[in-house]
Structure formats: C-alpha cells, structure tokens
C-alpha cells in the first residue's frame, strides 16, 4: 500500500506519524474545555466528539463520543469500527467535498493536552520475547537454563496493575522497595537503586470473551481493537527479591506507561509479519492461521536533565516470540472472560544484538557494563532521566507511528510514609 493523500497538507509528509492511512484514535483537550475523543491527522487532531454532535458522523443509533474514552466504540464491534475509518477517511481524503465544514474542527496537536485514550479494565503482562527471555535467564540462571522449561510451549505472564498505568508524559516516582544483595542477611526498605524500563507493545481488547468459553487464536486476532507503545518501568533489585516464588509484584507495581495513541489494527494491516520458526511445536490451541505480529520499527531514547537524548536501543515487533492474539487466547484457555479495555503487554522486545536489547538490564549486563550516552554512562536509570519510546510501521512513502510514549523518573521521596 501506498499513501493515502489527504487535504490536510502536513499529513502528506514522508516524517508524520499520522498520514490518512493512520488515523490513530486519542483523547485530547484544549485550555479550560473538556477532554473529548480524537484523531490524529498529520500535525492536526480532528475533533470526533464535535463531528457526531453536530451530526457530521454518525455511527450507531446512540451516540458513541459523548464521553472522553473510546470504549463505547469498541464495545460496539468490528463492523463499527471499520465505518468509522472509512467516513473518516472520505472526509480528510485530498478532493473531499465536505472540506470547508471539516476543516473548522481540526485542532492543531501542538495545542492540545493529550490524556489516557481509554478506560482500562484491567493489565496482563508478558514474558514473551526470547531473545529478552535468554538475555535474562542468562544472568540470573546461567546460559544452560537460561529458559525454564514452559517458555517455549506457553506465553508465561502475570496479572500487573491496572490503577498505575498512565498515559505518556507523566512523570514516575522512583519507588521504595525491599532490597537485599547477595552478601547482606536480612533486607533494607529503601529506594530502588537498578530502576529500569521494558520496551513493549501493548494491545487493546476491543471485544468481550464469555466466562467459562476459550477462543482461538483466530477469534483472539478479531478482538484486538489496536495497539500502543507501552514501557513497563521495573525496579529491577526489588524484583530480584520478591519474585521467588510467584513472580514480579511490587518491583512493576510503580507505573506502566502507554502512548497516548492507539493505533488501530487495521491501519498494521499491510505490516503483518509471522512469528520465528517453533524449536518446538505448539500445541493446536496456540497455533497461529497466518502471520500475527507486524513488522514495527522500534527505538529507546535516554535524556540526562539537561542534556541530550542519546537513542540506546533500535528493534522491531517481529522479533517476539508469542503474538498478542496467542497471548489472548492463552488467557482465556482456563475460562478467564476478557473484558473490553483490557490491556496486554507483549513482554520485553529484544533483537538478537547488544544495540538492539529492550532494557537497560540487558544493555548493561546486570550493570556490569555500562553503556556510552552523550556526556557520561549508564547501567541503570539516575534521577530526572527521561526515556522515550519510537514507533512506526514503515510503508512506501508513509508510515504509521505511535507518536512517542515518555516518562521523566524523578526521586523518591525522602520519606516514603510523607503526605502532599
């Protein structure tokens, strides 16, 4: 596929993350208003709640943009969703003959506040890129068992915190935690000291499944309403205690941050890609119709305050191991219902080189090797470092990005039981 060309000029640019193919769906507000439903449009959010108001678009008998979140549109199914790409399209399509109307109710993006774009139900988070998966079993459990025996038969996951997801921009608090090195006998309470970030992507449940009723892989794919740049931040000494024998708690406890744009699945339709070769077989259940990852570009970036980003890792999507659709319906293998808004993490993304590894664990060994960035070295995230994430699908001419998902870490408090 090629571009898409549209009147709105800056959306025809080779950079923008938001051509007519895109049309990624956001929250924004403007001064003193409302946060209202959106969608981005080269340098432009094209106000969608004003649209269906005013009758412009309408897509059910009810209205589906009367609250600042995208649920009510994905709760309303695929049929929906794909209308709404297409009236959204004929209208931003170049020679639009409703042009002179639409135009009043583009917002320029440098204007707006941009907030959670959905409501989410709940968080479920992946262990599901290998070369991550070897990277840190290697460290910890040595090169022979770097991989425990499931991994490479399930996606293995656990259930995070939906209430510390936030939207991109908000700054995260460096966390107090129980630590406790090798050569110490009993634990510290005290801040995180080998704070780090997980490179994901996270998927958006758009459809329900029934309580007590497994879906294929299929019918998993057909649920997913889009997909977000997602940063799992980790306290990686807090997990390194805490995690025998159930697993990660508190150390991913603190926040997991999302870009504020989901891109929906349709615009990555043309990016499909297939997961690797299976070292061993999966069962029937998991087994995949066709190529269920895409094939998106992904990079870190790691600014000191007041210095200059240095971009510390580059990978692709592709490189995951188990899909998003293998994932959901892993979920819902033991009769879990899945719930519109649910919100999966694919686990962290790594290549198989040291430039493109997910987290600063991996980049610096277990801080064994500290890694070069404009103006000193790191192994673990300092104080007022802000990382951010890149993505973007690349097409002939165009490509679809996610905008970039952010986060400044800033100290912990000097007191964790004091009060604002």
Excluded at 198 to 210: F, K
Aim: glycine residues 10%; hydrophobic residues 40%; negative net charge.
């Amino acid at each position: 596929m090629t571009l898409m060309k549209s009147w709105v000029e800056s959306a025809n640019a080779v950079t923008t993350d938001f051509p007519l193919n895109n049309l990624p769906c956001g929250v924004f507000s403007t001064g003193d208003e409302q946060p209202r439903c959106g969608v981005a449009i080269g340098n432009f959010i094209l106000d969608i709640s004003a649209l269906e108001a005013e009758g412009l678009l309408k897509l059910a008998d009810e209205p589906l943009f009367d609250v600042p979140f995208w649920n009510e549109l994905m709760e309303a199914g695929p049929e929906v969703w794909a209308d709404l790409r297409a009236q959204v399209t004929a209208m931003l399509a170049a020679g639009a003959s409703k042009r002179w109307i639409i135009e009043d109710h583009l917002v320029p993006l440098a204007d707006a506040t941009l907030h959670m774009p959905f409501l989410i139900s709940e968080y479920t988070d992946f262990y599901a890129g290998r070369h991550h998966a070897t990277n840190v079993g290697t460290m910890f459990r040595g090169a022979e068992n770097a991989l425990p025996p499931n991994w490479l038969h399930i996606p293995i996951g656990y259930n995070g915190r939906a209430s510390s997801v936030v939207v991109s921009g908000t700054e995260v608090r460096r966390p107090w935690g129980q630590l406790k090195s090798p050569d110490m006998e009993t634990p510290i309470f005290a801040p995180s000291q080998r704070f780090d970030i997980e490179l994901e992507m996270g998927a958006i449940v758009g459809q329900p499944s029934e309580l007590g009723y497994p879906v294929s892989v299929a019918e998993a794919d057909a649920m997913i309403f889009g997909y977000v740049l997602l940063n799992d931040w980790s306290a990686r000494d807090i997990q390194a205690w805490e995690y025998q024998p159930l697993g990660p708690f508190q150390a991913k406890a603190t926040a997991t941050s999302i870009s504020p744009w989901i891109v929906m699945k349709a615009a990555l339709e043309p990016f499909r890609a297939a997961t690797p070769a299976r070292e061993v077989p999966l069962l029937p259940h998991l087994q995949e119709p066709g190529p269920m990852l895409y094939n998106i570009a992904l990079e870190v970036g790691l600014t000191p305050e007041g210095g200059t980003e240095t971009v510390i890792s580059r990978t692709n999507y592709a490189e995951m191991y188990y899909s998003a659709a293998q994932q959901l319906a892993h979920h819902t293998t033991s009769g879990c219902a899945m719930n519109v808004g649910d919100l999966l993490g694919s686990g962290t993304i790594s290549g198989p080189t040291k430039e493109s590894r997910g987290s600063l664990l991996e980049l610096s060994w277990g801080g064994k090797e500290p890694f070069a960035i404009a103006g000193g070295t790191r192994s673990f995230i300092e104080d007022n470092d802000t990382l951010t994430l890149r993505g973007a699908a690349l097409g002939d001419g165009y490509r679809i990005g996610f905008g970039t998902c952010t986060g400044k870490v800033i100290p912990a408090l000097k007191d964790p039981w004091q009060r604002r």
